[in-house]
């Protein structure tokens, strides 16, 4: 079963609650919020006061990327603004244990991003506790890159990692350059939550490209 998660950076921040609804009336089962600092990546989208006001406007569980340095500083807001899914990135935990623990002190189910260059097996030891593994396919910071080949040997290594560490029911998220020609290698590898920003917000179907990666 896949999780297609569009991410809101490719939709029109002027009406982004109708953008919101848009897609899930279109088929999506989730929403990707790129929260990113202007310091652990070279942009700067939003913080927990959009998240809060846009909850509101749809049922769909929310799937917060955190592109910031301390990300442990946005548990709480993250939590009380009904966020389900935190997945912080390895690279900006120095104390990634205690972040994952405090996610899920929190409620909210915790994900570990890998940027391109980092190794999966950085997470051999956490693999037991996370609910959710995302292989960035770009280096992060904006939509609209091009998908990293390589991406998807990661996603199989981060499969088998769960699997090793019997950890079967945690996903397998990937992130960056999601279209309708690199979806199915992706999920060929194991992927089963992929995000897609330009490739759903710049369709002229969207409900059309939510089937395909769904498919
Ligand atoms: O985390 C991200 C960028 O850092 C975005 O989620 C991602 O890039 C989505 O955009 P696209 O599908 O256009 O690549
Ligand atoms: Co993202």
Partial sequence: MITVCPSILSADFAKLAEEIQDVEKKGARCIHLDLMDGHFVPNLTFGIPVVQAVRKYTQLPFDAHLMVEHPET???????????YVTVHQ???????????AIHDAHMKAGV???PATPVTTLEWVAAQVDL??????NPGFGGQRFLPYAVEKIKQARALLDASGNTCAAVQVDGGINRKTAPSVKAAGAT?????????GASDRAEIIRFLQA
């Fill in 133 to 138: 593994i995302l292989i960035m396919s770009v």
């Fill in 74 to 84: 946005y548990i709480d807001g993250l939590a009380a603004a009904g966020v389900t």
């Fill in 113 to 115: 991003a890998l940027n």
């Fill in 91 to 101: 690279e900006a935990c120095v104390h990634l244990d205690r972040v994952l623990q």
């Fill in 193 to 201: 939550f992929l995000v897609a920003g330009s490739a759903i917000f």
